[in-house]
């Protein structure tokens, strides 16, 4: 496997509307795709953008803000299924050990954090290389989704016990997260041909969308598609 990575497979039906059960790989997968589409996007800008590049420190920074994100979930990943009663499988292949990848983002952040001080330094084919932890976290993804059957979760847990642990996971995940990246990020990461029901955004926080992106104004260009429009957006702008 090598980039662009492959995304995971999911499904177009409201989840909302399904067995917690059924939805649950699927849900996990649209999130996914999100930091899928956002390590693929990094691969493809990092030769376009060298030092001196008017785009350098807006994309840096961007690259900084998904690495932290990344950790976020996969961190969550791994509480998640170490709750009662799903930690039954967590050291199965449902719960991969993360903690080389984890390793591999943390070094890129430090080296990202370091391009940030002197961005004289900054050098594509390095960041392109530190990237290369995205293939084995994919493959592990693949699997993980794979075995989360309806038949296994109904085996272990009802529909309304899991419902209330991914509520709770959501929530843990927002309040470590800087919501003024995290809502734009997923809005301009997902393709809306894939599911136009995910992500379900109150209508409170689709009206403070455009504030929000004030926060990080010069991120969403490198993102595939507009947080606003949701149009797809090209990479020519940047390599101008």
């Known amino acids: 496997m090598s980039y662009p990575l492959p995304l995971l497979p999911s499904i177009p039906d409201n989840l909302e509307n399904?067995?917690?059960?059924?939805?649950?790989?699927?849900?996990?997968?649209?999130?996914?795709?999100t930091l899928i589409r956002a390590l693929n996007r990094i691969h493809a800008c990092a030769p376009l953008i060298t030092a001196g590049h008017t785009a350098l420190p807006s994309f840096l920074d961007y690259?900084?803000?998904?690495?932290?994100?990344?950790?976020?979930?996969?961190?969550?990943?791994?509480?998640?299924?170490?709750?009662?009663?799903l930690a039954e499988i967590a050291t199965s292949e449902t719960n991969p050990d993360t903690n080389v990848i984890t390793e591999s983002i943390v070094s890129l952040l430090s080296l990202v954090s370091d391009w940030i001080e002197d961005e004289s330094t900054y050098c594509p084919s390095a960041l392109s290389d530190g990237l290369s932890f995205g293939p084995r976290m994919v493959a592990d993804m693949q699997v993980q989704i794979k075995m989360l059957t309806p038949m296994l979760l109904s085996s272990i847990i009802s529909h309304s016990d899991l419902l209330e642990l991914i509520t709770d996971s959501v929530s843990r995940s927002s309040?470590?997260?800087?919501?003024?990246?995290?809502?734009p990020f997923v809005l301009s990461h997902h393709d809306r041909t894939t599911s136009a029901h995910w992500p379900n955004i109150h209508k409170d926080g689709i009206e403070m969308l455009?504030?929000?992106?004030?926060?990080?104004?010069?991120?969403?260009?490198?993102?595939?598609?507009?947080?606003?429009t949701r149009e797809i957006q090209s990479l020519s702008v940047i390599s101008a």
Do not use: C
């Open 18 to 33: 399904l067995d917690s059960r059924h939805a649950l790989p699927h849900l996990m997968a649209l999130m996914k795709n």
């Open 210 to 228: 455009p504030t929000l992106m004030l926060s990080h104004s010069g991120y969403w260009q490198f993102a595939p598609f507009n947080p606003l």
């Open 175 to 183: 309040e470590r997260s800087d919501m003024t990246f995290l809502l």
């Open 63 to 85: 690259v900084r803000s998904l690495l932290i994100h990344l950790n976020i979930h996969l961190e969550e990943d791994a509480t998640f299924f170490s709750t009662n009663p």
